[in-house]
């Protein structure tokens, strides 16, 4: 099988992260295109083309999101912006960015509450932060899964149906802190969120790396 065909088959279900890394990368041309379609007959050809405008669409979105997060070194509006981002894209209710201290031997996160960003920590043994952090794949949990706990309902204010976690890692792969998004609002997390949810990620991990370097320098002028 060429990469071409692969290419094809890869579109026609999930996962869509290699053909959205192709296009951003520019190494999905014209010519690829022209001739995935003619590997498929004419019923596949129009649900590749409608896969295609979907993916194409996805793609634009997540320039845009490389834009927004390259534009400030706050992590307060990274935090922020990111958990809107996530959130926003996996049509999900919400979306809860956790960076993990070190020193503090904790989890914490930032969220925008009455206009004002506020932060609140977590310890690091929480069995669903620490499950996020440090597994291997991506965890798509059920309302029964008893590693939901109880602060996350708290903290939602509302009951937890579902949540899809991952690990946040900056440009050398190495592990940053975990993003639960709550509640997809239509059905359950799958394949694709979790491909998205990497793609974003990975466009993001330039601008988290900057974001705690930059707060980190800060921190030690203040206390100079």
Same mark, same amino acid.
């Given at each position: 099988?060429?990469?071409?065909?692969?290419?094809?088959?890869?579109?026609?279900?999930?996962?869509?992260?290699?053909?959205?890394?192709?296009?951003?990368?520019?190494?999905?041309?014209?010519?690829?295109?022209?001739?995935?379609?003619?590997?498929?007959?004419?019923?596949?050809?129009?649900?590749?083309?409608?896969?295609?405008?979907?993916?194409?669409?996805?793609?634009?979105?997540?320039?845009?999101?490389?834009?927004?997060?390259?534009?400030?070194?706050?992590?307060?509006?990274?935090?922020?912006?990111?958990?809107?981002?996530?959130?926003?894209?996996?049509?999900?209710?919400?979306?809860?960015?956790?960076?993990?201290?070190?020193?503090?031997?904790?989890?914490?996160?930032?969220?925008?509450?009455?206009?004002?960003?506020?932060?609140?920590?977590?310890?690091?043994?929480? !069995? /669903?932060? *620490?499950?996020?952090?440090?597994? &291997?794949? $991506? =965890?798509?949990?059920?309302?029964? @899964?008893?590693?939901?706990?109880?602060?996350?309902?708290?903290?939602?204010?509302?009951?937890?149906?579902?949540?899809?976690?991952?690990?946040?890692?900056?440009?050398?792969?190495?592990?940053?802190?975990?993003?639960?998004?709550?509640?997809?609002?239509?059905?359950?997390?799958?394949?694709?969120?979790?491909?998205?949810?990497?793609? !974003? /990620?990975? *466009?993001?991990?330039?601008?988290? &790396?900057? $974001? =705690?370097?930059?707060?980190?320098? @800060?921190?030690?002028?203040?206390?100079?």
């Amino acid at each position: 099988m060429t990469d071409v065909d692969s290419t094809a088959s890869q579109v026609l279900g999930p996962p869509k992260s290699s053909i959205i890394d192709q296009i951003i990368s520019h190494r999905l041309q014209q010519g690829d295109i022209k001739r995935m379609l003619q590997t498929l007959g004419s019923d596949d050809r129009e649900a590749f083309l409608g896969k295609l405008v979907g993916i194409l669409r996805q793609t634009s979105t997540l320039l845009d999101v490389s834009r927004r997060v390259a534009d400030s070194l706050s992590l307060d509006i990274l935090m922020v912006r990111m958990a809107e981002i996530i959130a926003d894209l996996l049509h999900a209710e919400r979306a809860i960015i956790f960076l993990k201290d070190k020193d503090a031997k904790d989890f914490y996160t930032r969220a925008r509450v009455q206009g004002k960003v506020t932060e609140l920590r977590y310890p690091e043994r929480d !069995i /669903l932060l *620490q499950a996020v952090f440090t597994g &291997t794949e $991506a =965890l798509c949990l059920t309302s029964t @899964d008893t590693r939901i706990g109880t602060w996350l309902p708290e903290l939602m204010m509302q009951p937890v149906q579902n949540v899809l976690g991952t690990t946040i890692r900056n440009t050398q792969n190495e592990p940053l802190g975990a993003v639960v998004v709550v509640n997809k609002l239509e059905g359950m997390f799958g394949p694709d969120d979790v491909s998205l949810l990497d793609t !974003i /990620l990975s *466009q993001s991990a330039s601008a988290f &790396t900057n $974001a =705690l370097l930059h707060e980190q320098i @800060d921190k030690a002028r203040q206390e100079e």
